[in-house]
């Protein structure tokens, strides 16, 4: 009985936890917008992206949108063949891969006064060096499951809070169970 609490816990816990990665509200307070001159690459060079975060523009969607586009025609501010467009004013985008995301405004003129960001989603999970390698997020899919029996491709930082609250639901089942 006492294991089977524990599963379940676990089980909820880590369920929980892998389906929610970090949040990224694009220009923090300011949001998506041509005001007050944000620095949309020095925000996203103060940020860690990771596959599995969320991006987040909140903007007026009478002034703004956001479109996905190419390197090239991020660099050329080139709002005509967009990758995605998105236009609710709340769009949030989950990275599934890794690499450049480049986004712009569309509303003409307002890509070339700065709104427009590069996301660089990071290939590893893992950017602190640690004293075991670090495995590939190919390799984390694929490695053998631990004795729990539960394989899950989560960030480090997602690993420690796990262990913590699995110790926390250990020392409550020894207590209560
Ligand atoms: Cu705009």
Known sequence: MKTLALTFLVILVVSVQSSSGAVHKVGDASGWTTIGNVDYKKWAATKTFQI?????????PQFH????????????CNASSPIATHTTGNDSITIT?????????????????????????????????????????????????????????????????????????????????
């Open 97 to 177: 891969t890794p690499g450049h995301h480049f986004f712009l405004c569309g509303v003409p003129g307002h890509c070339q006064a700065g709104q427009k960001v590069d996301i660089n989603v990071l290939r590893s999970a893992s950017v602190t060096p640690s004293p075991s390698p670090a495995p590939a997020a190919v390799d984390a899919a694929e490695a053998p499951a631990p004795s729990i029996g539960i394989a899950s491709p989560l960030h480090d930082s997602n690993r420690r809070f796990v262990k913590l609250v699995m110790a926390l639901a250990l020392a409550y089942v020894s207590v209560f169970a």
């Open 52 to 60: 599995g975060d969320v991006i987040v523009f909140k903007y007026s």
């Open 65 to 76: 949108n956001v479109m996905q586009v190419t390197h090239a025609e991020f660099r050329a």
